[in-house]
């Protein structure tokens, strides 16, 4: 079995998942905790975020790939407190070309090529 098949992937939302790939954010606000350390996949969902975010990136919804898997990241820490946290992002990894999961995205985790 390779690799691929058994890695996660966490779904962001443009233009932040931009943002990760660039090495500009590297908290990941959630209101539930996380135990998974170690690389995942990038999932850029199909719900652009907030339009003012990508403004300040000089963009507008459409400029960055989205439903699409765009690149790996690792999850070093989770610290906070209940309804409010931090998944520490270290190293992303931008892949060559977005890759179409295979299994059908889910709000925050899920395998895209099986399980």
Known sequence: MDTQSHM???????PYAE????????????SLPTKIRGRVYIYASLTP???QDFRAMKAQPGDFPSGMLVGTVEIVDCIGEPGD?????????????????????????FYPFGA
Not at 8 to 14: D, E, G, K, V, Y
Request: glycine share 4%.
């Open 8 to 14: 996660r992937a966490l779904s962001i939302r443009q």
């Open 19 to 30: 943002q990760i790939l660039r090495g500009k954010k590297r908290i990941e606000y959630r």
């Open 49 to 51: 975020g907030d339009a």
């Open 85 to 109: 946290y931090r998944w520490h992002l270290a190293r992303p990894e931008r892949l060559p070309q977005p890759l179409k999961p295979e299994n059908h995205p889910q709000p925050v985790w």
